[in-house]
């Protein structure tokens, strides 16, 4: 039951992030203006809104223009769907109110990082007013972590066993080495936008988890960057989008480190 009540949830928040990323271009009032159709401009009725349901229904077409709809909006609200259903299935319970802070954290991030990943696959920027807005609720939860565990007496005796030191330490680590890539470069391999993203990610995943994320990020583009050679999508020096495979990175290391770094050592172990 948790994870279809978060499934559903993550839909409409899907709904909502696709708006956001369209709002966020184009300077319009993002909570009480109705939706549009961004061809014909004519308002969408309460019924056409239904995430993925209506794309389904009127067969990815406008129902005032026939234009068609951009596949990006269901893809972002199925995402975001998946990603709330395991997050609720695995922090939430309704009889810890601690986990509801956890929850809805690890939920707000994960909408945040989401929002900023399609506004850079679309517009190739870093959308500043989620960034660091995301940035300030995650250094607040690290303090919120760390005194939580104070008072239960459950806090590490290891500086980087706190959520906030260790935070804070792998956001800085990630931010010096994109820094130092973009500075190198003159912004042609990295922007500065995706060493302040590195900082969200930090404090997102931690430390060690940012070493994976980072890891998969570079592999993941790479990967991305030669097909597109090769199909002849893109040209080598065309630009690409960088912070989609940052967050793509961070979201498998903070889902699945531990089994990936167990399959990893598994593999020097000679029976």
């Given at each position: 039951m948790v994870f279809v009540i978060f499934l559903l949830l993550g839909l409409l928040v899907?709904?909502?992030?696709?708006?956001l990323v369209y709002r966020l271009r184009s300077a319009e009032e993002l909570f009480w203006d109705r939706s549009k159709c961004p061809h014909c401009q004519h308002?969408?009725?309460?019924?056409?809104?239904?995430?993925?349901?209506?794309?389904?229904?009127?067969?990815?077409?406008?129902?005032?223009?026939?234009?068609?709809?951009s596949w990006q909006y269901p893809l972002v609200e199925i995402l975001t769907g998946?990603?709330?259903?395991?997050?609720?299935?695995?922090?939430?319970?309704?009889?810890?109110?601690?986990?509801?802070?956890?929850?809805?954290?690890?939920?707000f991030i994960s909408a945040s990082l989401i929002s900023i990943a399609?506004?850079?696959w679309l517009y190739l920027e870093i959308p500043s007013e989620v960034l660091w807005l995301a940035v300030a609720v995650s250094i607040a939860f690290g303090l919120w972590a760390d005194w939580n565990a104070w008072m239960n007496f459950t806090l590490p005796v290891s500086i980087l066993g706190g959520?906030?030191?260790?935070?804070?330490?792998?956001a800085f680590f990630a931010f010096t080495f994109f820094f130092i890539l973009s500075v190198a470069s003159r912004e042609r391999w990295m922007g500065m936008g995706d060493a302040y993203l590195a900082?969200?990610?930090?404090?997102?995943v931690g430390w060690p988890k940012i070493l994976l994320a980072l890891f998969l990020a570079f592999f993941i583009g790479a990967v991305w960057g030669v097909?597109?050679?090769?199909?002849?999508?893109?040209?080598?020096?065309?630009?690409?989008?960088?912070?989609p495979f940052m967050i793509?990175?961070?979201?498998?290391?903070?889902?699945?480190?531990?089994?990936?770094?167990?399959?990893y050592f598994s593999l020097f172990i000679f029976r």
């Open positions: 899907g709904s909502f992030l696709n708006v308002l969408i009725r309460w019924y056409d809104n239904v995430p993925v349901l209506s794309f389904v229904i009127l067969k990815s077409r406008c129902r005032n223009c026939r234009q068609k709809i998946i990603i709330f259903a395991v997050i609720g299935q695995r922090f939430f319970s309704p009889v810890d109110f601690s986990t509801w802070i956890t929850t809805g954290y690890y939920l399609v506004y850079d959520a906030v030191y260790s935070a804070v330490f792998a900082i969200l990610l930090g404090l997102f097909a597109l050679v090769v199909f002849k999508k893109k040209k080598m020096k065309s630009r690409l989008p960088f912070a793509l990175g961070a979201f498998i290391a903070f889902f699945f480190y531990a089994p990936i770094i167990n399959w």
